[in-house]
T-cell receptor
């Protein structure tokens, strides 16, 4: 069973469209994340979310919004897509709590978004 | 603020060569340190980690030792294979960061047969 899954794997869309990427984890983790990886492989945290709070990287445009229907899912919704949004988006999850700093993050396979 | 600095890539080596990828960090508190690997077309996966000073993490022939005195966590492997070609990310995590990982920029490793 896949621990962290994302759909779709590839997404090609036009500028201005609205799209969503779904993420599900079956690890029982209580914290989930979204990352953006650019063409130079640089990783940027976009959001982290657990059942207590949402932490937003202040550099992320408000066109991006995470939506969590339950603890096992954290979807990423993007409004008015722009060319610069083209990247690979990774979902990840981990446990928090007292062992927080030692906990491994588990990553999904990524969603390759291309905005034309 | 907390940060991680990795050597710039790409690093190109021949098969069976010795590998070192340097990683140094700046952090308040007592971070845990991680190496993640990203194979082509895949997501990141944990390679190894160390949670306190002088700990050595190891996996798949890779090793890294948490050196508090030099604030380093260099990745080493004695004999690399073509299948080790990937991007390697050094990261740290501290309590104050709300459990977020602070990432290095990644180092692309290319192993030639």
């Amino acid at each position: 069973d896949t621990a962290v899954s994302q759909t779709p794997k590839y997404l090609v869309t036009q500028m201005g469209n609205d799209k969503s990427i779904k993420c599900e984890q079956n690890l029982g983790h209580d914290t989930m994340y979204w990352y953006k990886q650019d063409s130079k492989k640089f990783l940027k945290i976009m959001f982290s979310y657990n059942n207590k709070e949402l932490i937003i990287n202040e550099t992320v445009p408000n066109r991006f919004s995470p939506k969590s229907p339950d603890k096992a899912h954290l979807n990423l919704h993007i409004n008015s897509l722009e060319l610069g949004d083209s990247a690979v988006y990774f979902c990840a999850s981990s446990r928090s709590g007292l062992a927080g700093p030692k906990e491994t993050q588990y990553f999904g396979p990524g969603t390759r978004l291309l905005v034309l | 603020g907390d940060s991680v600095t990795q050597m710039e890539g790409p690093v190109t080596l021949s098969e069976e060569a010795f590998l070192t990828i340097n990683c140094t960090y700046t952090a308040t508190g007592y971070p845990s340190l991680f190496w993640y690997v990203q194979y082509p077309g895949e997501g990141l996966q944990l390679l190894l980690k160390a949670t306190k000073a002088d700990d050595k993490g190891s996996n798949k022939g890779f090793e890294a030792t948490y050196r508090k005195e030099t604030t380093s966590f260099h990745l080493e492997k004695g004999s690399v294979q073509v299948s080790d070609s990937a991007v390697y990310f050094c990261a740290l995590r501290v309590m104050d960061s709300n459990y977020q990982l602070i990432w290095g920029a990644g180092t692309k490793l290319i192993i030639k047969p």
